[in-house]
């Protein structure tokens, strides 16, 4: 069964960084691309960035580029989202995502999330 | 950046009515179009692929149809467990873009 547990969600302030967590099980972690998608509070779904399946390609929305920085670790089969300078609107749940492996740009597998809260 | 804009962004409906929601991009995206449902407080599940595609175990009273740049999500007949928040997503080129969403509520 494929499962996308993400955890380091929380409370941070202005200006500050936080780093998200996505443990992934159920399928070889290796092959796919990966994503993260956000979500404000009441409000519709965001593409933040995805990554390729070896981490030699990365893409971002345009509102998070040069602050938030997508990684994998294979071995661990672990993805990663690196938030820095983060700002109110970047509060959200962040969904880990699974990329469709047949599908380019499909999500076929999303995670539970985990919601990241900026706040002074 | 393709913009994707969903209506209605809510229906009423009873059990057993036809919905019909659409969705259309800024430009053309072929028919690199995703469907997906989400509940409250869930992941989205992804229902529809490549514009008319029903996803592995994905009840048949779901379809889509359209090309270009206008799509459409249309439920059969509604069953209690389909109320819920509907989003379209182009797939055609980065950055992924969803829909606004139509939130489906009981009439």
């Known amino acids: 069964e494929v499962q996308l547990v993400e955890s380091g969600g929380g409370l941070v302030q202005p200006g500050g960084s936080l780093r998200l967590s996505c443990a992934a099980s159920?399928?070889?972690?290796?092959?796919?691309?990966m994503s993260w998608v956000r979500q404000a509070p009441g409000k519709g779904l965001e593409w933040v960035a995805n990554?390729?399946?070896?981490?030699?390609?990365?893409y971002y929305v345009d509102s998070v580029k040069g602050r938030f920085t997508i990684s994998r670790d294979n071995a661990k089969n672990s993805l990663s989202l690196q938030m820095n300078s983060l700002r109110v609107e970047d509060t959200a749940v962040y969904y880990c995502?699974?990329?469709?492996?047949?599908?380019?740009?499909?999500?076929?597998?999303w995670g539970q999330g985990t919601l990241v809260t900026v706040s002074s | 950046d393709i913009q994707m804009t969903q209506s209605p962004s809510s229906v009423s409906a009873s059990v057993g009515d036809r919905v019909t929601i659409t969705c259309r991009a800024s430009q053309g995206i072929s028919s690199w179009l995703a469907w997906y449902q989400q509940k409250p407080g869930k992941a989205p599940k992804l229902l529809i692929y490549?514009?008319?595609n029903l996803q592995s175990g994905v009840p048949s009273r779901f379809s889509g149809s359209g090309s270009g740049t206008d799509f459409t999500l249309t439920i059969s007949s509604l069953q209690p467990e389909d109320f819920a928040t509907y989003y379209c997503q182009q797939a055609n080129s980065l950055p992924l873009t969803f829909g606004g969403g139509t939130k489906v509520e009981i009439k």
């Open positions: 490549t514009a008319s």
């Open positions: 159920g399928f070889t972690f290796s092959s796919y691309w």
């Open positions: 990554i390729i399946q070896d981490g030699s390609e990365k």
């Open positions: 995502a699974r990329d469709s492996p047949s599908v380019r740009g499909h999500i076929d597998y």
